[in-house]
């Protein structure tokens, strides 16, 4: 009995389901909400460069992230989802600003940073008096411009 060769199938496009998702509750709501004065003022703060770097109203994300625009990352496995484009949430212990185009390609800007620590693609600011704003506007334009180099220029609002 001779075996036949089947062809190769084709990959099928996976779309990742997340759990945090946009949604239409009140970003100002959530963050009136904070109880530490200085983190409020830092958050309502970082709305409004991020608001202006993106021209893109802010969405939550989940309970407790503020978005700013949608993109479409398609990953080289197939993978993709929908996710923001930068976007902050108040933790308790820090400020945390999302950065999806990771920080290891930001090591200049973030010398000249001030106060902060690091992870992966989030940058956490505990007193935003510590950060210089120039750096910080720099690093946000620079992570979106870099999403646009990796994943196309498409953006749209969120």
């Given amino acids: 009995m001779k075996s036949r060769k089947q062809a190769p199938r084709a990959k099928k496009k996976t ?4 759990k945090t998702q946009p949604n239409d509750a009140s970003v100002a709501s959530f963050l009136d909400g904070i109880a530490d004065e200085r983190r409020r003022k830092d958050a309502f703060a970082v709305l409004a460069l991020m608001k202006k770097i993106t021209k893109t109203e802010p969405k939550m994300w989940g309970g407790s992230i503020v978005g700013f625009g949608v993109r479409r ?3 080289a496995s197939g993978r993709e989802l929908d996710w923001f484009l930068t976007g902050f949430s108040p933790r ?3 400020l ?3 950065l999806m185009s990771g920080l290891a390609a930001h090591s ?3 010398k000249s940073l ?3 620590k690091t992870g992966k693609g ?3 600011i505990r007193d935003l008096e510590e ?3 120039t750096t910080l506007t720099a690093l946000i334009r620079e992570s979106i411009a870099q999403l646009d180099k990796a994943f196309g220029e498409k953006t749209f609002g969120g």
């Fill in 15 to 18: 779309t990742a389901k997340l």
């Fill in 73 to 75: 990352y398609r990953y």
């Fill in 92 to 94: 308790k212990g820090a």
């Fill in 96 to 98: 945390t600003l999302y």
């Fill in 108 to 110: 200049a800007l973030l």
């Fill in 114 to 116: 001030g106060n902060h």
């Fill in 122 to 124: 989030c940058l956490y």
């Fill in 131 to 133: 950060i210089d704003k």
